[in-house]
């Protein structure tokens, strides 16, 4: 298959254009989502739902998190991902497979119809995990497009593929929320370095590759801005699978946590990695179940 977004493969980076939609679905065409929120997310790459779910729903998401956490917490599974400099839980991956309520929740209906509505197809979970970013020490989660690494490491051919995060606690401008770049996903930033074996062993705690350069990040923040959209537990925040994202550490006494889902296209399945090495594990990136579409 074409590599229609080559990285890491010179030893300077390049910024070129998207070569895919955004939306796959005419934004005339009726569904969930207004067609001002579809052209909104079609130029700015993500879009906030405020209070998607309810109290209650957020109650139950929260003790399944603190049950989930305490089975986990002294645990050596690969898919607990811990702080760089502690062994505090930063994230744990595949929770749709390791719990049978995130795995409800990540076939919650109105979730998925939003999903379908803009990739215009079915779809499947690529990936989840819960972020936790922790009162006074939670750690950054450095400027990056979700795409280019899961383009060169796992074999995503297309950006076509959303990310879902879910608020478990408040997002303040104060605790590390998630911050993005409107209108960096519609370019390809190609990254410099070497992908190494095994490199997710190292990068989920602490990505030091496929992290864009300075000036790219400054030309698509003096082009689109940042934003940290912030808002109360259970809202929803969507995004493009290329926009430019991170957040900062977190050392306020207030803690932050989300459920993450993305959704991939059933038409935009991995295939080898574009690095030409053994692809991650598949708690990181699925390749076995993709046909049980949600």
Not at 32 to 56: I, R, T
Not at 162 to 174: A, D, K
Not at 263 to 289: C, D, M, T, W
Request: aromatic content about 10%; some cysteine.
């Amino acid at each position: 298959m074409k590599d229609l977004y080559p990285s890491r493969k010179n030893d300077y980076p390049t910024i070129s254009e998207r070569k895919d939609p955004v939306v796959y679905t005419p934004l005339t065409q009726p569904g969930p989502l207004s067609k001002e929120q579809m052209k909104s997310f079609d130029e700015n790459g993500y879009l906030f739902l405020d209070k998607f779910f309810n109290e209650s729903e957020v109650a139950a998401m929260r003790t399944e998190l603190s049950k989930l956490m305490e089975a986990k917490k002294d645990s050596e599974d690969k898919r607990v991902i811990r702080e760089p400099e502690s062994q505090e839980v930063r994230s744990i991956f595949e929770v749709h497979e390791l719990d049978d309520y995130f795995q409800s929740l990540s076939r919650e209906q109105r979730l998925v119809d939003v999903l379908n509505q803009l990739l215009g197809s079915e779809v499947y979970i690529h990936q989840s995990r819960i972020n936790l970013k922790s009162g006074f020490n939670g750690k950054e989660f450095y400027w990056h497009s979700d795409f280019e690494t899961w383009h060169v490491e796992d074999g995503m051919p297309n950006m076509r593929a959303i990310s879902c995060s879910i608020t478990l606690t408040e997002n303040t401008p104060f605790n590390g929320p998630l911050m993005l770049i409107p209108g960096s996903h519609k370019y390809f930033v190609s990254c410099v370095g070497e992908t190494p074996e095994a490199n997710y062993e190292k990068s989920l705690r602490r990505q030091e590759l496929g992290v864009p350069d300075k000036e790219s990040l400054t030309k698509l923040a003096d082009q689109g801005g940042i934003v940290a959209p912030t808002g109360p537990a259970g809202s929803v925040i969507l995004f493009d699978c290329n926009i430019m994202h991170g957040s900062n550490s977190n050392i306020t006494p207030a803690p932050r946590s989300n459920v993450f889902f993305v959704f991939n296209s059933v038409e935009n399945k991995l295939v080898a990695p574009f690095s030409g090495q053994k692809h991650r594990p598949s708690y990181i990136a699925a390749r076995e179940k993709v046909a049980e579409k949600v």
